[in-house]
């Protein structure tokens, strides 16, 4: 059974930085991209960035409203993906999930397969 | 502003039908699957639709996908209460390099 678990989620000043991890299991890890997906209280999803297979040089791609500031990587001996984040703003308050994306150099688009998500608060 | 435009709300009643669109462009949308979510209050969202109409396992046969040109379209049949929640069209942008959801559909069985 595939799960995802994330964790590292609290409340942050405005500037300061939150490391996110997501524990995976049930699949090969080091076979798959895997992104990150965010949620503003009350409203829709935003696709946050991913990160490649290392098959494809584990690359990775972010949202424009993160570019700059935050930072995923990998850790595929502990099927851990990493969301760094930097110079957080008070827009950045969010439930953040983590996601299984392709196998392949393209994301897919297409998630079967969500963590629970962990809250972050950006607040003074 | 979501990349992917989808109308805010829809109604219909237990036991009809009701369809749900999401609007886009050649760079997503034209040239990539479209996938659907649905998701409840308080959990993540669950994959109804990838591949433009496939169904993951265990995903009822009410529940269908269609994809013309730039735009897709989400179907339930058969309504229930149950089904209330927001639903979300995404796919693959290939200009920007990118994941792209729309803003997301309110369902409502009256």
């Known amino acids: 059974e595939v799960q995802l678990v994330e964790s590292g989620g609290g409340l942050v000043q405005p500037g300061r930085s939150l490391r996110l991890s997501c524990t995976a299991s049930?699949?090969?890890?080091?076979?798959?991209?895997m992104s990150w997906v965010r949620q503003a209280p009350g409203k829709g999803l935003e696709w946050v960035g991913f990160i490649r297979s290392k098959a494809y040089g584990g690359t990775t791609e972010y949202a424009a409203s993160v570019k700059g500031r935050f930072t995923i990587s990998r850790d595929d001996s502990k099927s851990i993906a990493y969301l760094q984040m930097n110079s957080l703003k008070t827009e950045d308050t969010a439930v953040y999930y983590c996601?299984?994306?392709?196998?392949?150099?393209?994301?897919?688009?297409?998630?079967?397969?969500w963590g629970q998500g962990t809250l972050v608060t950006v607040s003074s | 502003q979501s990349v992917l435009t989808q109308p805010p709300s829809v109604s219909a009643a237990p036991g009809q039908k009701v369809t749900i669109s999401c609007s886009g462009s050649s760079s997503n949308i034209g040239n990539n699957y479209v996938s659907w979510y649905q998701q409840l209050p308080g959990t993540a969202p669950k994959l109804l639709i990838y591949e433009n109409n496939k169904r993951p396992s265990g995903i009822p046969d009410r529940f269908s996908g269609s994809k013309s040109g730039t735009s897709a379209t989400l179907g339930i049949t058969g309504l229930q209460t149950g089904d209330e929640a927001d639903y979300y069209c995404?796919?693959?942008?290939?200009?920007?390099?990118?994941?792209?959801f729309g803003g997301g559909t309110k369902l409502t069985v009256l």
């Open positions: 995404g796919t693959w942008d290939s200009s920007l390099s990118g994941g792209v």
């Open positions: 049930g699949f090969t890890f080091g076979d798959y991209a």
């Open positions: 996601t299984r994306d392709s196998p392949g150099y393209y994301g897919s688009g297409s998630y079967p397969y």
